[in-house]
């Protein structure tokens, strides 16, 4: 059997790519580029039923929004930030769900973080969804069609400024589905470009690229030592 064929077995069977790999014993960036081809091949024939889709409340804070899109903040008043977390499931056998986590700076940096995808059954997606939600708030049950608009939406505002999606981002991209770009989304903290330094962050990175593009003037910042 070849190794594409091993994998989409295993996959089939709920196995994440780092549980694949060990199975197989090979290095986990030999099986990532195998799991998004089986995952393109899915999409190709068209995309998996939606089993769910959730964002954090407060999401919405500082951000301009459409209000003829109906997308409602349950707690617009959360303190999130501008640290945006999506989860989207989208069905992958009868009792398995394609399960991916989405982590977005929606006032500067766009995505900073993907968790998955991963293949899980109802009760693990439960228990990962608490755990991803655990420093927020609350979440609420969200259209995929906001969630497609706030992470994709924020990389394309990111690019702008001169910023990359995080390199996890890229296997999970498909569950979000077709994006035509245009969001009904105002990113920027009140419509302006706002940088507050993560603990991961490269800060002086971010600042050098912030200058090549806008003068001091045209964005904010808040850094450490700053």
């Given at each position: 059997?070849?190794?594409?064929?091993?994998?989409?077995?295993?996959?089939?069977?709920?196995?994440?790519?780092?549980?694949?790999?060990?199975?197989?014993?090979?290095?986990?960036?030999?099986?990532?580029?195998?799991?998004?081809?089986?995952?393109?091949?899915?999409?190709?024939?068209?995309?998996?039923?939606?089993?769910?889709c959730?964002?954090?409340?407060?999401?919405?804070?500082?951000?301009?929004?459409?209000?003829?899109?109906?997308?409602?903040?349950?707690?617009?008043?959360?303190?999130?930030?501008?640290?945006?977390?999506?989860?989207?499931?989208?069905?992958?056998?009868?009792?398995?769900?394609?399960?991916?986590?989405?982590?977005?700076?929606?006032?500067?940096?766009?995505?900073?973080?993907?968790?998955?995808?991963?293949?899980?059954?109802d009760?693990?997606?439960?228990?990962?969804r608490?755990?991803?939600?655990?420093?927020?708030?609350?979440?609420?049950?969200?259209?995929?069609?906001?969630?497609?608009?706030?992470?994709?939406?924020?990389?394309?505002?990111?690019?702008?400024?001169?910023?990359?999606?995080?390199?996890?981002?890229?296997?999970?991209?498909?569950?979000?589905?077709?994006?035509?770009?245009?969001?009904?989304i105002?990113?920027?903290?009140?419509?302006?470009?706002f940088?507050?330094?993560g603990?991961s962050?490269?800060?002086?990175?971010?600042m050098?690229?912030?200058?090549?593009?806008?003068?001091?003037?045209?964005?904010?910042?808040l850094?450490?030592?700053?």
């Amino acid at each position: 059997m070849e190794l594409k064929d091993q994998v989409r077995e295993l996959r089939l069977q709920g196995k994440s790519p780092k549980e694949i790999a060990r199975a197989l014993k090979v290095s986990p960036s030999v099986v990532a580029p195998l799991v998004r081809a089986i995952a393109a091949e899915t999409v190709e024939t068209g995309e998996a039923e939606v089993a769910g889709c959730w964002i954090n409340t407060g999401w919405s804070e500082g951000l301009g929004v459409d209000p003829a899109r109906g997308w409602v903040d349950e707690a617009p008043d959360s303190g999130v930030g501008g640290m945006v977390s999506v989860l989207v499931a989208r069905r992958h056998t009868w009792d398995r769900l394609s399960v991916c986590g989405y982590l977005a700076d929606v006032y500067c940096l766009g995505i900073k973080n993907a968790i998955g995808p991963d293949v899980l059954n109802d009760r693990d997606l439960v228990r990962f969804r608490e755990y991803f939600f655990g420093e927020y708030a609350g979440w609420q049950e969200a259209p995929i069609e906001l969630a497609r608009h706030l992470v994709l939406g924020s990389i394309d505002y990111a690019r702008t400024l001169g910023f990359e999606p995080h390199d996890d981002f890229a296997p999970g991209a498909d569950l979000l589905g077709k994006w035509e770009g245009g969001s009904a989304i105002t990113f920027g903290r009140d419509g302006k470009p706002f940088y507050m330094e993560g603990p991961s962050d490269d800060a002086a990175k971010v600042m050098r690229t912030l200058r090549r593009t806008l003068s001091d003037s045209e964005f904010d910042y808040l850094t450490v030592g700053r």
